[in-house]
């Protein structure tokens, strides 16, 4: 059996990532934190198409949950392989710099940016193996262009790129590609409390994106059609930023 891993996919970009996962032929393996009945929604949902799925809750900002998580899956799994892994998990906890806690830094740094490689190291060595996979990272344009308010979040975001650039080059030989995905704004719960009506004015397309056309650019990636293309950061957001 060939599956998908998307972490966070309870919600927002992640929950039409997995739809759409599906949809291309894979048992989409559900990751959440917390939120079981947005969770058990997105399960329904790869039902209801003819699709096949699970869930499989960890707190990718936790590393010894991550490694528990994932190898009681793959002892439970023994057939079947993971080759699509989504790093899509993340938050936002915005401030400026001079009144930033300790905390706020760190959370947003353990779930955007060490989740990456608790999540990543988990998986790698089996796609190198099977002399396939795919990593997809959701990053953000705040990690390549810099947003005042989320210094946090860009770093976050900007150190997740390095990351996919430097990991491309260890795994290319293996027929692995890692690559990013920086969205603009999206319509999730994570821009909800955002004023879509004034910053829409600042996007040439004049309007948010969906989550379901950052899923299209993941299932695009994900497949064999995207075989040449590594290290590479994809941006979708209207032509907000170039
Ligand atoms: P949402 O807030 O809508 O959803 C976040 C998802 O991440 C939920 O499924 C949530 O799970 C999960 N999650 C959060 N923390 C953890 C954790 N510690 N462990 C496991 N899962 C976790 O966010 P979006 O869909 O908007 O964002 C998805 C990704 O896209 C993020 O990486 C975000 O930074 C990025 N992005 C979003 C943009 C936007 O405009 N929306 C723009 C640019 C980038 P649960 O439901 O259990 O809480």
Request: with cysteine; net charge neutral.
């Amino acid at each position: 059996m060939k599956c998908a891993l998307v972490t966070g996919g309870s919600r927002g970009i992640g929950k039409a990532i997995c739809v759409r996962l599906s949809a291309s032929g894979y048992h989409v393996i559900v990751n959440y934190h917390s939120n079981i009945t947005e969770a058990e929604n997105t399960l329904e949902l790869i039902r209801s198409n003819g699709g096949s799925g699970e869930l499989l809750q960890f707190d990718v900002a936790n590393g010894v949950e991550v490694e528990k998580a994932i190898d009681s899956w793959k002892a439970n799994n023994k057939e079947s392989i993971i080759e699509v892994l989504v790093n899509n998990a993340g938050i936002r906890q915005d401030a400026l710099m001079m009144w930033m806690e300790d905390s706020t830094w760190n959370n947003v740094l353990n779930t955007n940016l060490n989740s990456f490689f608790y999540v990543t190291k988990q998986l790698i060595k089996e796609m190198m193996v099977n002399k396939f996979g795919r990593v997809i990272n959701i990053v953000s344009l705040s990690g390549i262009k810099g947003m005042p308010g989320q210094v946090n979040y860009s770093a976050a975001k900007a150190g997740v790129i390095g990351a996919t650039k430097a990991l491309a080059q260890e795994v290319g030989k293996k027929n692995v590609t890692i690559n990013a995905i920086a969205p603009g704004f999206i319509k999730t719960d994570m821009t909800a409390d955002m004023n879509e009506k004034e910053l829409k004015n600042l996007i040439p397309m004049n309007r948010f994106g969906e989550a379901e056309e950052v899923a299209d650019l993941v299932a695009f990636l994900a497949s064999k059609k995207a075989s040449y293309i590594t290290g590479e950061v994809i941006s979708i957001n209207g032509g907000l930023y170039t």
